[in-house]
């Protein structure tokens, strides 16, 4: 029976968001607004910063233009991966509010069962909002100049799962302390506007003073941003040869805009990265379904 | 047979004693009425009873089954209305009690025939509609379609009627005696409302977290209360002339309390001059409840008497 109550839950919890047109749309639609506001706004900025590092060399614009393109969508894809699942997460925090957890709590479906659920759905319909702007990039990726190959498109495939399945386990995480719809809006927007920062989506870390480049590689997020910049942008910094740029500068280029990333001075290899990445999702993962389970022997409130 | 057994049972937060060494069993298709002010530890009960929450100190046990052991089919017997609606207001009627019935595995046919049984109890024509989009009335119809969807051998009601109209809180009272007529089934009531609980087979008043007393309305009626003289039309100065102690329950109404009807016989005839325009009634509900806890409902025991 287990089975089908996790799948009805999890159809009724993306049934909810989807429905929900406060919450979806605005999930469906950030992301392309941000892809809209990175070009419009940041297009320029990202392009006068890799042709300051390839000062001396003439490339072409289409190289330049290729380059940006590939940093845009991996930022877009690294906070939207966070960013949304906070939002997937609300139907947690409105069943909690509602009362709809105490109907489960009393129905013979398991508390694991339940918050299962929570964390798969969320991850669904994260993933179905992070592939719809996925697709949208690479449209602008094609028109800016394609130099991915099939194992760039399937390693950003498997980046952006691996970073919703992170973004996913901590927001499940965090929403569980959660016990207000106000709570969960104040931390969305918190999220949604800190987040960006502080895994390098919207600045490359080297930008960074070095006391905070070093802090901010402890946080995971980090590692998931600097694996979607190698595969979306090494493809056509790799092309940068053709251009005449000699392999230093193109290794410079690459860890300028953090598709290398060092840890106090020493190079992490992409396996630790994805091992980072992995192993702080299940942590998270571990944290909110021990606490999920524990919730019903912790109750200080009164009823009456 | 006893369906429900609580056998001391306490429920403490911290300091809190919100249930406090309570004893008491539900007989099988029994109307069991349990009366208290809000903070009483009426929910709390029902929250150890549905295993929501465990009790500090006690047994609970549904249909033989210790709840603290066999919670999974101890809830297979239970149905339980909230006091607020748990439904998704997004979701549609029908969707909504798709999604519950799945949860004790009905699905598909199964579903659908259990459907058209409770769409013939409760005329859920409104089955395709948002449950956002239904009147208060409505909606407590599908909370209590969608408690009944696993055909529960108890049905628990939290306040069920709080804040619905007259006619609403008759209809719903209908369906549920009916389902106890034809299903012989067993309803646990938590209530503010007198009148409701005088329907009962049996009541229990809550409060601070003790049950004060459980009988049928009439045992707590003789028990507690006594008769009432209602005076009309009398002057407050006739009634202190003649020494009775009273009570004044409108512009031009006095209530004198006897303890037996041969009593009121005695004083209407010691004092006929008072007696032009009159009623006697038996006690209430409400009289009953001020007797045993010292407070009255209506002020939810912010005015303690």
Not at chain 1, 212 to 223: A, R, S, V
Not at chain 1, 272 to 286: D, E, H, I, K
Not at chain 2, 230 to 251: D, F, I, M, Q, S
Request: with cysteine; proline share 2%.
């Amino acid at each position: 029976m287990k089975h089908i109550q996790l799948r009805s839950l999890i159809a009724r919890d993306l049934k909810l968001f989807f429905r929900d047109k406060g919450v979806f749309f605005p999930s469906l639609i950030s992301p392309l607004i941000l892809l809209f506001l990175f070009i419009a706004f940041l297009g320029n900025v990202y392009r006068d910063s890799i042709r300051s590092v390839l000062e001396g060399f003439s490339v072409s614009d289409a190289f330049v233009e290729s380059v940006a393109a590939g940093w845009l969508l991996s930022s877009l894809l690294a906070v939207c991966a966070v960013t949304v699942s906070f939002t997937a997460n609300t139907v947690m925090v409105q069943d909690r509010v509602g009362g709809q957890l105490d109907d489960f709590t009393v129905s013979p479906v398991s508390s694991a069962t339940v918050s299962l659920a929570y964390f798969l759905s969320a991850f669904l319909a994260t993933a179905i909002v992070c592939f719809v702007a996925l697709g949208a990039g690479m449209i602008y990726i094609a028109v800016a100049g394609w130099h991915l190959s099939a194992a760039d498109v399937f390693l950003t495939i498997a980046d952006t799962l691996l970073l919703i399945f992170f973004g996913t386990a901590f927001s499940s995480l965090v929403c569980h302390f959660i016990r207000s719809q106000g709570g969960v809006t104040a931390v969305q927007a918190t999220v949604s506007a800190a987040y960006g920062f502080l895994c390098g989506a919207y600045m490359p870390l080297n930008n960074l003073t070095p006391w905070l480049k070093n802090l901010l590689m402890f946080l995971p997020g980090t590692y998931g941003t600097g694996l979607l910049h190698l595969h979306l942008m090494g493809g056509a910094i790799g092309a940068s040869a053709a251009e005449g740029v000699p392999s230093a500068v193109a290794e410079g280029l690459m860890s300028g805009f953090d598709c290398t990333l060092d840890f106090f001075g020493n190079a992490v290899p992409v396996w630790a990265s994805y091992l980072v990445l992995a192993l702080s999702g299940l942590l998270f993962l571990t944290l909110y379904v021990v606490l999920r389970l524990l919730r019903g022997k912790i109750r200080p409130k009164r009823r009456g | 047979m006893d369906i429900i057994e609580i056998e001391h049972l306490k429920k403490y937060y911290g300091t809190v004693k919100a249930v406090d060494d309570i004893s008491f069993s539900v007989r099988e298709g029994e109307f069991f009425a349990f009366l208290g002010i809000n903070g009483a530890g009426k929910s709390t009960t029902i929250s150890v009873l549905c295993g929501k929450e465990p009790c500090t100190e006690g047994k609970v046990r549904i249909r033989g089954m210790e709840v603290g052991e066999r919670l999974g089919e101890a809830k297979e017997a239970l149905g339980v209305v909230f006091q607020d609606s748990v439904l998704d207001k997004s979701l549609s009627v029908y969707d909504n009690l798709r999604l519950r019935a799945a949860l004790y595995g009905i699905t598909g046919k199964a579903f659908r025939r259990r459907f058209e049984e409770l769409n013939a109890l409760f005329g859920l024509s409104f089955a395709r509609r948002a449950v956002g989009k239904l009147s208060g009335g409505q909606r407590r119809r599908v909370d209590i379609a969608r408690a009944l969807i696993h055909d529960p051998r108890i049905l628990i009601l939290d306040e069920p009627t709080t804040g619905l109209d007259p006619r609403t809180r008759q209809t719903i009272w209908a369906i549920v005696h009916g389902l106890r007529k034809t299903r012989r089934m067993t309803v646990f009531l938590t209530t503010h409302y007198m009148e409701e609980a005088a329907d009962a087979d049996r009541v229990a008043f809550i409060d601070d977290g003790k049950i004060l007393a459980c009988d049928t309305p009439i045992n707590l009626k003789e028990k507690y209360t006594g008769d009432f003289i209602t005076l009309y039309h009398v002057r407050e100065e006739e009634l202190k002339n003649a020494g009775l102690a009273y009570r004044r329950t409108g512009e031009d109404a006095f209530r004198i309390e006897v303890e037996s009807t041969r009593r009121a016989t005695e004083l209407i005839l010691a004092h006929p001059a008072l007696f032009r325009d009159y009623e006697i009634a038996k006690g209430k509900m409400d009289d009953v409840f001020l007797a045993v806890t010292g407070k009255t409902l209506g002020f939810e025991g912010k005015e303690e008497l």
